[in-house]
């Protein structure tokens, strides 16, 4: 009996608290139809929106892919003094506010920043523009792919590395060739976490851009300008649309190794 | 010294190639998007010189915006706690019909934007809400107010907890519970002495990243918080209104308290970790 009230408890606090918000972002999206939420997306400042958010995330996932790979691979395979501490670093942005994280580029880059007013009059605009947009989204993205990468080549150890090397193999042919190919799986679930977080940054972001509707304005931002102009319909077609990327980024970080369990299986 | 210089040159005597390429990049990468902007961050108030940033601490607004955050994020955490240990346990132990569903689920919070959570959780909690709207005529009300922040923080801080309690309690065996009923302890005996004292330490470290988390979340509590100065204002909202005054020295105050907040809320959480430990090992 008390485990059908443990049961019944239990799916009703995941229904309430957690499976409503998706429930109600649907619903305030398709309120009047589907045809204003197609439309509402159609919007020129919506498509504007769109493209920064995919232009942004895939500039962070490269810098963050390149640089996490050669960071895991520095931080794994050799023992060296700093290195505890560099770990720790790459792992920073993580406890660090999103607002907080926009902040700093504008103490860099803004117009009382520290070298903002001089690379403005060179015609180099950062803080309130796109570039700036792209500095916070790198920093706050940062950590995902290294700390993903990093328990898995630590568990590899050295010697197939070793191996390749005495047989004439050189640094881009054995990380290419022998360290990649055994790590695959963290490093695209690396990769879809970043992709995932950078789609959906709004704090960081929103301190950097200025907020300048077909401009500078992603997809977190657009959709926080159309709810505060009352425009729900169209803030929640985007919140789906954007939810919905990112979701299905998380969820298909699964996949690999669900057809690893499946040839598993068949083996 | 020099000893370690060299060996921080050579890779610590790995022969394997590409170590300073490899290394020279990192420091690279990390040296521009993390070193320079966080020294930009602990350099730049004392800038304007000693008593600007005096007269940035000398603000009743920002500590009425820090300790709301500190109060809601801790309360948020709290709360965790129990639901946190309920779902965990529900998950490993409980056979749960559903339960890669649910498993599926408890990740939802954090897959999700936090501008989607903040829109979605305003509007759910709001006056004509799903969940607002019965709640307001039992005289609830939950929206635009502190108990709209802490309600955001416990949905975005749920699956810190479960995930750190999770694990642990797989590999906690079922047999201890059935000795401790067999030596005749009572069920709360069992609940307090058997189940939850293993789980100590990952209630903690949940608690703990739930908190940090939760002092300087921003877009998921903005929409539902109501931002009044001194009463609903959080520090992170509080950065941004500084920073659309061109306030500098005010915002980079903030800042530099609410890193400290959060990270502070992590060693503590390590350290007490650690004793539990300590304990457990004398036990």
């Known amino acids: 009996m008390s485990r059908y009230a443990l049961w019944a408890v239990t799916w009703a606090l995941i229904v309430l608290v957690l499976l409503m918000s998706p429930a109600v972002v649907v619903a305030e999206a398709l309120k009047t139809g589907l045809q204003p939420a197609l439309a509402s997306l159609s919007d020129p400042d919506a498509q504007a929106a769109i493209w920064l958010t995919l232009e942004v995330t895939a500039v962070s996932v490269l810098v963050n892919t390149l640089f996490g790979i050669l960071a895991a691979w520095v931080l794994t395979k050799y023992r060296f003094p700093g290195r505890s501490a560099l770990l720790v670093l790459v792992e920073l942005p993580l406890s660090i506010s999103p607002v907080v994280s926009g902040l700093v580029w504008l103490l860099l880059f803004g117009a009382q920043g520290w ?26 993205t940062l950590p995902y792919v290294v700390r993903t990468l990093v328990p898995l080549m630590e568990q590899q150890g050295r010697d197939a590395e070793e191996a390749a090397m005495l047989a004439g193999a050189g640094f881009w042919n054995i990380l290419w060739r022998v360290t990649l190919p055994g790590a695959r799986v963290a490093l695209f679930s690396g ?75 068949q083996a | 010294m020099k000893q ?11 022969a394997l190639p590409g170590y300073r390429l490899a290394l020279a990049a990192t420091l690279v990468w990390t040296g521009f998007f993390i070193l320079l902007p966080l020294s930009a961050l602990i350099i730049r108030p004392w800038q304007d010189g000693v008593g600007a940033m005096v007269a940035a601490l000398h603000d009743a607004r920002m500590f009425a915006a820090l300790w709301t955050s500190f109060s809601c994020a801790f309360l948020a955490a709290l709360l965790n706690i129990p639901l946190g240990l309920l779902l965990a346990w529900t998950l490993v132990r409980g056979d749960l019909p559903g339960r890669r569903v649910a498993d599926a689920v408890i990740d939802l919070p954090l897959a999700l ?15 004509q809400g799903w969940l607002g709207a019965p ?104 950065i941004v209104v500084r ?33 539990l430990s300590v304990w457990g090992e004398q036990a």
């Open chain 2, 4 to 14: 370690a210089v060299l060996s921080f040159l050579r890779g610590g005597g790995s």
């Open chain 1, 191 to 265: 990769i879809l976490l970043t992709t995932a977080r950078a789609m959906g940054e709004f704090g960081a972001v929103s301190v950097v851009s200025g907020h300048i509707p077909g401009m500078t304005e992603t997809m977190p931002l657009h959709i926080e300008s159309l709810y505060n102009g009352y425009q729900t319909v169209a803030a929640f077609s985007m919140a789906a649309l954007l939810a919905g990327m990112a979701m299905m980024a998380v969820l298909l970080r699964s996949v690999p190794e669900r057809l690893a369990r499946r040839k598993e299986a």
């Open chain 2, 243 to 275: 920073l659309q005054e061109f306030d500098y020295a005010g915002a980079t105050a903030i800042a530099l308290i609410l890193l400290l907040m959060s990270l502070l809320a992590l060693v503590l959480v390590s350290l007490v970790r650690w004793r």
């Open chain 2, 113 to 127: 934007p936090t501008a989607v959570s903040g829109i979605t959780l305003a509007t759910l909690y709001g006056p």
């Open chain 2, 135 to 238: 709640l307001a005529k039992l005289g609830l009300v939950l929206a635009y107010s502190r108990t709209g922040i802490v309600l955001a923080l416990m949905f975005v801080g749920l699956p810190f907890v479960v995930r750190t309690v999770e694990p642990v309690l797989k590999n906690l065996p079922r047999d201890m519970e059935e000795a401790a009923v067999l030596l005749g302890a009572r069920p709360w005996q069992v609940v307090t002495r058997v189940i939850i004292a293993p789980l100590l330490p990952a209630l903690l470290t949940g608690f703990g990243l739930a908190l940090a988390r939760g002092v300087g979340e921003y877009g998921s509590v903005i929409f539902i918080a109501g931002n009044q100065p001194f009463k609903s204002e959080i520090a992170p909202l509080l």
């Open chain 1, 115 to 140: 070298w903002g007013s001089v690379l403005e009059q060179a015609g180099i605009h950062i803080a309130f523009a796109v570039p700036g947009i792209m500095l916070a989204t790198i920093f706050v």
